[in-house]
């Protein structure tokens, strides 16, 4: 929530005051392995000053850094700024992470940095303080604290993180002790209590913590408490250290002793009733507040933000602020915690009323008018709710109340209970957004951060339980979505089961069809408490948002929200946009929605019992059909004029236009998750759901080749297997083992690649001439000719190349003239290879299908360095990696990019050899593939020998031999030659 002007968050930004995050363009970036945070770390620390390459080294690895870390720091360095700088031209001088004399520096904004930032409202905060304004200083440090995201530096590793580490956890503190002195200076002693409570069981050695805990009780009149704590805290320090307490801390003590006056704020003078001369004295102020909770947690800054709000109502209207969330979010416990925080600036009194929005009866704004009227001294009620709301308003005109309006239906129900002058303030919570309110200020409470959630578990269960087993705690809070109902349900469980560990409550936790029955105790349960909202739901919205939970996808697109409801687009955003209202669903970017967990999980649910598998189906099968459709498009946008595998059923939509390849990879980048979603949710259905969903995967697959998907692919496909094989439908069988055989290949696993892509030829019919038998022939080719086995492969390419022939695929023609070229080179026949690839590429180029070209350029400087010609191999090579960058193909890149370094060192080009190489490992790591980090370590080896750096080049050797040999690849050979030339130990296998 954000009631004030900020200045624009950079695009760039880092997190260092929590676990080490960054973000570009509000996306997360992947920062890699926890050394290669710990190398952004130490430049983010250093704020623009160069850092030596040996100050880095030390600070990582301390006095035993490996044989080979400065080769790592400049992988780390190189993967840095591939991730912070996507957009940089390959070759191109880096910008931020720049390299400067013997080492590096990052230059970002100032702003960029939440430390920075912190530091920034630490220093205005003291400003403040000194002239005087501590409401501004206390509010200033609230804002600084909240953006601790947990313990700083969380799992960076090494001697200068740690140092680091226990610097920022003492800057935390310090500046926690300034902002509860300052809450104490302008009273809010009660409020701070427990939060002191929790610090000095924290730091129990932290005197300064002891003396304001002592002054806080103290002026929340627990005299005893205060006392109690000079005696605990001068026992542990005699105990502990052998020291008697401070002179702060003893002074504090014989102040409280001597009932010191100085030490007590000036009292908030409550109104006095007045005598009428006529009849006896008026009624006290109301004071209808309910109860605050002791363990509020987490919210600093929105509980800031709001009380900011309500204390200066003094303009010229009411001041009306609504707070809208899902069921259990603990809308209701903030607003009272957020009264009971302010009731001080309200001396003529607090008025409350619980709406039950969410119930079957709402409650008649009349009748509550009465209640209040009543409340407030009127004896006869007037019979309209015109008269009662005029005569409200009439005697709040001179008054100075906050009014708390509890589990709101809608604006029509509060708009009568809003006083009409300035002076009063009013806090509404509802499920829905009161946007009917003239000028309120309309806040989004949200579920907890995972630290706040986290901080209410320890509350509830103890901080002993949390601290022994802190994997298991986050699992819990996890599972709960961070919605303090059901963290508070959790751990209520828990703490009432001594016997359970906080493991035993996980397990069970993670079994989503049992979740929420896990989550409810006595009368408090999650799912009634979500049915409430559900219940208010026409039946149209009802039965969208169970339909939309058909595809367990993280969030869902406007169009698949068309097509799971089966309605038109204006409908379907019409029904969505409903049940973001009733928040039952959230959006966050205009055209997508999506579910909090536990929500999932209760639609899921309502679906099981709706009894209607048909229509659900049906839903899934229009999905199916939009993505099959328009993944279709895509490849059409991306490789124009490639044919694509033959559809079991073709799909009834004809998908969402994408015209541009650009606009085509962007939809894939972002539609991943969905895709995949949609995949899982139907391998297991019938055989009108299975068929589509493995012609997706299919032509999924050959768009997107990332390694990091492969262990959920294998499992869909799985799951495919049995269902076919159950069915007996050979058909699907046959494009189920193809699409093994396109995982396994890209996933480096080409021996169990071999077989499925066997499997899938045996299970077509030998006289298809189809695409997909084409293409599993080309690619059985590709894995035996990787094996070197050429002859073996040859084979299978001429079946595939008279199949393309004969349906029309030059683009198909011309991979498969590029891939028969290796087949060929590996038989001896050279000037047949480079013929063969020389005419592959010009049918690329002439196709002017991107993808293409750049495979056949890829495969034209393979065989050109093997014809020893490596300078024009190289022209080739740099095409190819600017083809595959522009395409963003991380994969082929990383290829590229080795091949281009062995080129590179053929033509005596050792340093820039060794530098592309470096590039090509970092993405080989990135992308998880065996068979790139093997290249790129046989060049890098090449490289180094060539640059007189014979231990570092042995090392990569020995470890690109390891990685072909577990490959099972022939350039295993090579590799070895090499080392043995070199006159070292001989050669050991690779561990198993």
Known sequence: ??????????????????????????????????????????????????????????????????????????????????????????????????????????????????????????????????????????????????????????????????????????????????????????????????????????????????????????????????????????????????????????????????????????????????????????????????????????????????????????????????????????????????????????????????????????????????????????????????????????????????????????????????????????????????????????????????????????????????????????????????????????????????????????????????????????????????????????????????????????????????????????????????????????????????YHDLLRLYAQRQNERADDTGEQQAALRRLLDLLLATVRNAAQAVEPDDQLPEPLNPPASIGIPLITSDFAQEWLRTETALLLSSVEAAVQGPSELLRPAVDLLIVLNSLVEDPTHGSRVRHMLEAADRNATSHADSAALARVHFAFGTLQSITNDFQSAEQSLRKSLDLQDAEDMTVLRSAAANDLGIILSLANRPAEALPFFELALAISRVVGAPIGEARLLGNMARAQLGLGMLETAVRSVTDAVGTARASKNGPCLADTLYQLGVVLSSADDPATAAEHLRESHRLYQSQQNRLREGYTLARLSSSLLAAGQQAEAAETAEESLAIGHEMDSAYCQGLANAALGGALLGLAQPARGLACLREAHAVFTRLGVPEASPVADLISQQHTEPLSPPAP
């Open 1 to 594: 929530m954000e009631f004030r002007e900020t200045p624009p968050a950079p695009a760039l930004r880092f997190q260092v005051l929590g676990p080490v995050q960054a973000w570009l363009d509000g996306k997360q970036l992947a920062l890699g392995s926890p050394q290669q945070q710990a190398v952004l770390t130490t430049l983010l620390l250093h704020a623009g000053r160069p850092v030596t390459t040996q100050d880095l080294v030390d600070g990582l690895w301390g006095d035993r850094p490996p044989a080979q870390a400065i080769a790592a720091l400049r992988t780390y360095v190189s993967r840095l700024r591939t991730v912070i700088e996507p957009r940089r031209e390959v070759r191109a001088p880096a910008e931020l992470l720049i390299s400067v004399a013997d080492g590096y520096a990052l230059h970002i904004p100032g702003r960029a940095l939440d430390l920075t930032v912190f530091e920034q409202l630490a220093t205005e905060a003291a400003t403040a303080r000194a002239g005087g304004d501590l409401d501004k200083a206390h509010h200033l440090l609230v804002r600084a604290l909240g953006l601790f995201a947990g313990r700083p530096l969380t799992g960076v590793p090494g001697p200068y993180a740690d140092a680091q580490r226990l610097r920022l956890a003492e800057r935390q503190i310090a500046v926690t002790e300034d902002r509860c002195t300052i809450a104490l200076d302008i009273g809010l002693h009660a409020e701070v209590v427990g939060e002191l409570n929790s610090l000095t069981a924290e730091h129990p050695l932290r005197e300064r913590l002891r003396e304001l805990l002592m002054l806080a009780l103290y002026r929340c009149g627990r005299q005893a408490e205060a006392l109690g704590v000079y005696t605990d805290t001068r026992k542990l320090l005699i105990d502990e250290l052998g020291v008697e307490p401070g002179s702060g801390l003893s002074a504090m003590h014989a102040r409280i002793l001597a009932a010191d006056p100085a030490l007590t704020l000036p009292a908030v003078t409550a109104p006095v009733p007045v005598a009428r001369e006529d009849g006896p004295a008026a009624q006290p102020a109301p004071a209808q507040l309910p109860a605050d909770v002791s363990d509020f947690s987490g919210r600093s800054e929105m509980v800031a933000d709001l009380s900011t709000v309500l204390m200066n109502a003094t303009g010229q209207a009411v001041v009306v602020t609504s707070l809208a969330g899902i069921g259990g979010v603990g809308k209701t416990t903030l607003a009272v915690h957020v009264a009971h925080r302010v009731r001080a600036e309200f001396p003529d009194g607090q008025l409350y009323v619980d709406l039950r929005g969410a119930g079957a009866s709402p409650a008649d704004p009349a009748v509550v008018l009465g209640d209040f009227l009543h409340a407030l001294g009127v004896t006869e009620n007037p019979d309209s709710l015109e008269q009662r709301a005029a005569l409200y308003r009439s005697l709040l005109a001179s008054r100075r109340m906050l009014i708390l309006l509890d589990n709101a239906q809608d604006a029509e129900q509060i708009q009568p209970l809003i006083p009409g002058v300035s002076g009063c303030a009013v806090l509404a919570t509802s499920r829905s957004r009161l946007a009917g309110i003239p000028g309120a200020h309309l806040v989004d409470v949200e579920e907890l951060t995972p630290e706040e959630a986290l901080a209410l578990f320890s509350a509830i269960v103890g901080d002993q339980r949390v601290a022994a087993e802190p994997d298991a705690a986050m699992a819990v809070v996890t599972a709960c979505g961070f919605l303090p109902l059901a963290v508070r349900i959790a751990a209520a469980r828990l703490a009432s089961r001594p016997r359970w560990s906080v493991s035993d409550l996980a397990r069970r936790l993670a079994d989503q069809r049992r979740r929420l029955d896990e989550l409810q105790l006595g009368n408090l349960a999650v799912e009634t408490t979500i049915g409430l909202g559900y219940g208010q739901l026409s039946a149209a919205e009802a039965r969208a948002f169970r339909l939309l939970s058909v595809v367990d996808s993280p969030d869902l697109p406007l169009a698949a929200v068309t097509a799971l409801l089966g309605v038109e687009e204006t409908e379907a955003e019409d029904l969505a946009e409903a049940l973001v209202e009733a928040n039952m669903l959230e959006t966050f970017s205009p055209g997508r929605y999506r």
